[in-house]
């Protein structure tokens, strides 16, 4: 998946006719990172791919899609046998339906491991519904901490800085977030005055 990803990525920017030092710039990365996911070395955050999709001005969800189909989409496997991507924060994430094409709300499920993941903060548009489907873990948001148990909903803001706070010993979720759709006039119109300066 890390390539795939790393592929479209390039794919879309050489289209957008944009190098790796404007997409940096302009997500607030290193050229070096825009390159190492291009050559699938690094598997970023979703928080750093909503910031890449909207510098290239598409939808996240069409940077972990492997088809264009809008036909439904069924799985009936077991998850725990499923191949998970680490991140370089140290969390993992399967993309649930990734044969589905432009999504609006985009399914992942995530699985953090005490001393596993590094304490960080992401922010990024759209909205986040977490349900936690084993384990526990300690998610802030702003300065707030709530802690999650199995059962547990948390709906937040992607705008607000989020992330894992602690993992007590391991913890597995879906994660529904919305697929922002960064097409919008107003996004294009501010990235092209963005690229100008």
Known sequence: MVNYIGIKIKKIRL?????QQQVADLCGLSKGMISKIERGRVT???ATLSKI???LRV???LLMEDSESREPVFQSTNISRMHFTKTEVGYRFLTLASEYGDKQIQPLIFYAKNGEVKNHRVSHQGEECIYVI???MWFIINDVSYHLREGDVLYFDGQQPHGIERVDNEVRYLNLFSAFD???RAFIDKDA???EE
């Open 182 to 184: 960064y097409t919008n």
């Open 44 to 46: 970023p955050t979703i």
């Open 193 to 195: 005055e963005l690229l």
């Open 59 to 61: 939808k996240v969800s």
């Open 15 to 19: 289209r957008n006719e944009m190098t």
């Open 134 to 136: 084993e384990g526990d």
């Open 53 to 55: 999709a909207q510098v």
